[in-house]
C-alpha cells in the first residue's frame, strides 16, 4: 500500500501546479521524466549567433507514452526545455563543444484550464543563470502561434524529438 500512495504522489507532482491564473509553478524533478531529444542551436532567429545554445528536452512518461499512442498530448502534459550555454575549453577536449553554464528551463503545458488557446508557454528565467520559482505564461502571439503553425503535432516541435517522432 505505501509503495501505491509514494507512486501515487510521484505521478500528482508531475502535474502542472499554478501561483494563480496562468501563473506556473517550476516544475520539480523534470530531470528524471521521460527524455525526448535534445538540439544544439536550433535558433527562432536567422541572425547567426542569438540563440545557439544546448537544449535538453523532458515530457512527463505518461504523456510521451498517450502521445506515442495517440499522436497527441492529454490534458496537464508539460514540456520542459532545459537550456544550457555551449562551452568548447575544457580538458582534455581538444575540439567539440558540451554543455557548459544553466540558463533556465521553459516549459511548455496543455491545461485549458490556465488559458484558452489549451497551450501556455513559461519561461524561468530572468536572467541567465538566475532561475524563478513562477511564471506568467507569454502572451498568445509570442509563442503559441508559432507552434500552433510549425509544431509537427499538437503546438510541439516533435519533429526535433526522435524518441516522439519515430515509431520504433
Not at 582534455?92 to 540558463?103: L, N, S, T, Y
Request: charged fraction near 25%; proline fraction near 7%.
Amino acid at each position: 500500500m505505501l509503495r501505491f500512495l509514494a507512486a501515487a504522489a510521484a505521478l500528482l507532482a508531475q502535474d502542472p501546479h499554478y501561483a494563480g491564473k496562468a501563473v506556473l509553478k517550476a516544475p520539480a524533478g523534470y530531470r528524471d521524466w521521460y527524455f525526448a531529444g535534445s538540439n544544439v542551436g536550433i535558433a527562432y532567429s536567422p541572425e547567426p549567433g542569438r540563440d545557439e545554445f544546448f537544449k535538453n528536452i523532458y515530457i512527463q512518461k505518461s504523456a510521451a507514452d498517450a502521445f506515442r499512442r495517440t499522436g497527441k498530448f492529454p490534458e496537464k502534459t508539460m514540456v520542459v526545455m532545459e537550456i544550457y550555454k555551449p562551452e568548447t575549453n575544457a580538458s582534455p577536449a581538444k575540439r567539440g563543444q558540451f554543455q557548459g553554464a544553466f540558463v533556465g528551463i521553459e516549459v511548455a503545458v496543455k491545461d485549458k484550464t490556465a488559458v484558452n488557446e489549451g497551450w501556455a508557454y513559461y519561461k524561468f528565467f530572468d536572467e541567465p543563470g538566475k532561475p524563478t520559482p513562477t511564471a506568467k505564461a507569454f502572451g498568445k502571439a509570442a509563442c503559441w502561434d508559432c507552434h500552433e503553425k510549425h509544431g509537427a503535432a499538437d503546438n510541439v516541435f516533435v519533429q526535433f524529438y526522435p524518441r516522439l517522432r519515430d515509431k520504433d
